[in-house]
C-alpha cells in the first residue's frame, strides 16, 4: 500500500492535469459539439508536448 501511494504521489501532478484537462473539454462540449473538438484538439497537442517534454 506504501508503495503505491508513492507512485500515485510522484504522479499526482500528471493525474491532475489530465483530470483537469478532462472537465474543461467536458465544459466545451457542453456548450457546444464544434467547441468541443476544437477542445480535444487543442488538449491532445498540449498532451503530446508535455509528454515529449517529459520523455526529454
Known amino acids: 500500500m506504501q508503495k503505491l501511494l508513492k507512485l500515485i504521489w510522484t ?3 500528471v493525474i491532475c492535469y489530465l483530470v483537469a484537462a478532462g472537465f474543461i473539454v467536458w465544459g466545451f462540449f457542453r456548450l457546444n459539439i464544434t467547441a468541443g473538438i476544437f477542445a ?5 497537442i498540449i498532451v503530446g508536448l508535455a509528454t515529449e517534454m517529459m520523455a526529454s
Open 40 to 44: 480535444v484538439g487543442v488538449a491532445l
Open 11 to 13: 504522479y499526482i501532478d
